[in-house]
Structure formats: C-alpha cells, structure tokens
C-alpha cells in the first residue's frame, strides 16, 4: 500500500525547500520556501498525523545540530541522510533515526564500489540502510547522481541492478532529479519502473504539484511506490493542502 513519507530538508541550518538541481558547491540554490519554525516543529506535526518513515535530509554542511533536533522528537520515526558513512551512522541511529541513508559515499568517480556498499551494510546492519539512488534521464537510461547531484555517475538502473542492492538495505529512495522542487508534474516512467524492479519498499520524489500527480503514482506505481513531497505543500509555502495529503491515504 502507498504511504506518504513526509521530509525536512536542511540547508545551512533551516528547514527550506529548494530546486535540488541548483545545489552547487558555490553560489546559493534556488530556495522555494524557507520555514520559521525549527525541524522539531515539523516533526511533531508529522508524528501526531501518525506518519512515519520521513526523511530528514542534510543538504550540505551546518545541519548536524538542526537533524539531531528533529531526530530527537520522537526517536525511531525519522530517517536520516546527508554525508552518512560508516565511521558515523551508529552515531545517527543513537541519534533517534530509525534509517540512515546513504548515496554518495558508495560512488567513486561515477562507479558504484560494492566494497564500499558492503561496508556500510555492515556497519549499521541491512535492516537499518536505505540507499539513495536519485537520478537523471541520460542516454536512454537512468543514471544515479551523487555529491548534491552535481555527479552523473555510469551506474544506472534497472531491474538487476536493484535486485543486486536489495541485498545490501531495507529501502531506496530515488529523487527525480530533472523534476524535483520544480512542482512540474512527475516522472511517470521512472515511477513505472521502480514499481516493477524494486524487489524491496521504494520512495519516489519530484514534481508533486497536486493530488492528480499522487494519484497518478498511486496508478503507475500500482500502489507499491511510496512517495515524498515538498515544496507543493501548503506547510512549506506551495498550495497543495498537507491536511488533503493525510486524508488521501
């Protein structure tokens, strides 16, 4: 059954919504929304909705302090990712998250290091892993971004490669990168596609704009594709009623 798995998204130490595709080293992302209230605000919101699985996300450097408090509301109910590596997910998990997650430290130079996957797999135990696996159209295939996704690395998905890293975590959450922050509609074929190769829970975002575009992950991810959305929500700026996102579940 598809859930709604809600986000805070940190940058430098706020909770803001921003066009992920602008993240870059230097210079500042495009910002959609930046919230007065702490992280800690927005997960009790979502733990008295009874959601859980959300993911507080770490968008650079400076937001240690902001996803400790968020994590910290209610232990277990949030998962967490951002610079996650071996030598510090055991930190995060002490932390309150209930999942770390883990994209860039697994790549090196574009290719996907199996070595590394193992590592952290063991690090924090299968069940406690969830790969970000977010990704742009390229050649006629998906490919994984990495390093704030300014990274088009070679691995791409499909339906073995999947397979192969189910064996490693619990979940995966893909970013339509093309598409996210920009309330444009989303990717119905990426979202087709996770629903028959994900052998294990999966988490699509981008593009949400209303309760269409849910519905039509509903349909095309014939209900086994859970979903995030930002900055469309009426809480973080947008127009689409957070209240009417709970209820259509």
Not at 1 to 8: L, N, S, T
Not at 155 to 169: E, N, V
Not at 176 to 182: C, D, F, I
């Amino acid at each position: 059954m598809m859930r709604f798995r809600p986000c805070i998204d940190l940058h430098k130490g706020k909770v803001k919504q921003i066009v992920g595709s602008s993240l870059r080293d230097s210079g500042d992302a495009v910002t959609n929304f930046e919230a007065t209230q702490p992280p800690s605000y927005f997960a009790e919101m979502y733990w008295r909705e009874g959601l859980s699985g959300g993911h507080v996300i770490m968008l650079g450097p400076g937001n240690e302090e902001a996803a400790r408090e968020a994590l910290g509301c209610h232990p277990g109910n949030l998962q967490v990712g951002g610079g996650i590596n071996p030598e510090n997910a055991a930190e995060w998990l002490a932390a309150g998250a209930d999942k770390v997650i883990v994209t860039s430290y697994l790549f090196n130079d574009g290719a996907l290091d199996m070595d590394k996957v193992r590592r952290i797999s063991d690090a924090v135990q299968r069940e406690k892993l969830v790969i970000d696996l977010s990704c742009v159209w390229k050649d006629e295939a998906y490919h994984v971004a990495t390093n704030r996704w300014q990274t088009v690395c070679e691995f791409t998905l499909d339906g073995d490669s999947l397979s192969a890293l189910a064996t490693h975590c619990a979940e995966f959450l893909v970013h339509a990168v093309g598409v996210e922050g920009k309330q444009g509609g989303i990717d119905a074929r990426l979202v087709t596609l996770l629903a028959d190769w994900s052998p294990i829970p999966v988490t699509y975002a981008g593009g949400i704009r209303n309760l269409d575009d849910i519905e039509e992950i509903r349909r095309a991810g014939k209900g086994r594709v859970d979903f995030t959305v930002g900055s469309a929500l009426d809480i973080f700026g947008g127009s689409l009623p957070y209240a009417d996102v709970c209820r259509a579940m």
